[in-house]
């Protein structure tokens, strides 16, 4: 049987201490960018429901605008839907006919900001609606029409 001389040094199995070390530090890089990732998208997926929300709201209170033969023209309109949310609207003639006087048909254009968020982080989605109308005499009052 060969000898071994006292030279040769048995042969190290398993990992040292700074390969440990290594392999540690880049798996803390790639769990701390994974959740980083994970994060931005559940901060996006906020801010889309959010804007889903909106829209859907936009499009009732829309809906309820068009729907409202009462509506006065000229005036701006406000309302909430919750305390970080609401709306404001105002109804005018689109294009009205130059000798208007009351009960001309006009085409009425609805413009409806639908908003949320508090007010470093405020938000708001536009919408515009037109229904059929006609004028009434109090639109006639003050600078609002001129006959």
């Given at each position: 049987m060969p000898n071994k001389?006292?030279?040769e040094s048995?042969?190290?199995r398993g990992f040292s201490l700074l390969e440990l070390l290594v392999a540690t530090a880049i798996l803390g890089i790639a769990v701390a960018?994974?959740?980083g990732g994970?994060?931005?998208s559940l901060r996006a997926q906020d801010r889309?429901?959010?804007y889903d929300t909106a829209a859907v709201r936009a499009k009732q209170q829309m809906e309820a605008l068009l729907a409202d033969s009462t509506l006065p023209r000229f005036a701006t309109l406000e309302g909430r839907f919750s305390e970080a949310s609401g709306w404001r609207a105002r109804m005018t003639p689109?294009?009205?006919?130059r000798a208007a006087?009351?009960?001309t048909?006009?085409?009425d254009r609805i413009e409806l900001e639908v908003w949320w968020g508090v007010s470093a982080s405020r938000r708001s989605i536009t919408l515009e609606g037109y229904r059929r109308g006609f004028l009434r005499p109090e639109d006639f009052a003050g600078e609002v029409l001129r006959r």
């Amino acid at each position: 049987m060969p000898n071994k001389s006292s030279s040769e040094s048995p042969r190290r199995r398993g990992f040292s201490l700074l390969e440990l070390l290594v392999a540690t530090a880049i798996l803390g890089i790639a769990v701390a960018s994974l959740l980083g990732g994970f994060a931005s998208s559940l901060r996006a997926q906020d801010r889309l429901r959010d804007y889903d929300t909106a829209a859907v709201r936009a499009k009732q209170q829309m809906e309820a605008l068009l729907a409202d033969s009462t509506l006065p023209r000229f005036a701006t309109l406000e309302g909430r839907f919750s305390e970080a949310s609401g709306w404001r609207a105002r109804m005018t003639p689109f294009e009205p006919p130059r000798a208007a006087t009351p009960g001309t048909a006009v085409l009425d254009r609805i413009e409806l900001e639908v908003w949320w968020g508090v007010s470093a982080s405020r938000r708001s989605i536009t919408l515009e609606g037109y229904r059929r109308g006609f004028l009434r005499p109090e639109d006639f009052a003050g600078e609002v029409l001129r006959r």
